[in-house]
């Protein structure tokens, strides 16, 4: 996987506003602050995980570590996630990897997420306006309990 973006450690902050990541879903955008995003890296390839849920995509190797792909599209639309049978379907996408707490976690776009400014503070499913468009915020372990909880919950579907 090449990175091709490392996110500081802390999101820089101009006046009122900071740095955030802005994931395109589809036609949905997700915003998440700067300070979670690990790194974005383009999918190469998914190690397939037998007998999970339609959310969990499969795993994908970063620096030797796998991690948990997501398509948070279901999350953010309450459409049905893409099938995951065909991991090839997903090469040349993204993966930005979310730090919480100990860990972390994949998610992937489409296209490759771009960077904004927002005095918004992101909350769980928060709207707000970002460069004229509506975007959902949420933080990554907000995200993460509810990938889970869904995840859990559609179990082998």
Known sequence: MENLIDASPA????????????????GHRLVIDSSSV?????VVSITALPRVS?????????RGVLLPLYDVTEWCTATPATSNSDLEQFRDHFATILDVGEGSFAVRTPSHPKLGMSAELLTHRSPLL??????????????????LTMTSEGAHQ
């Not at 999101?11 to 589809?26: K, M, W």
């Not at 690990?38 to 383009?42: N, P, T, Y």
């Open 130 to 147: 970002l460069e004229d468009d509506v975007c959902i915020g949420i933080q990554p372990s907000e995200l993460l309990n509810d990938l």
């Open 38 to 42: 690990r790194e974005i890296v383009a």
């Open 11 to 26: 999101a820089p902050v101009v006046g009122d506003e900071r740095l955030v990541v802005v994931l395109d879903l589809e």
């Open 54 to 62: 339609r959310l969990l995509l499969g795993a994908v190797a970063v």
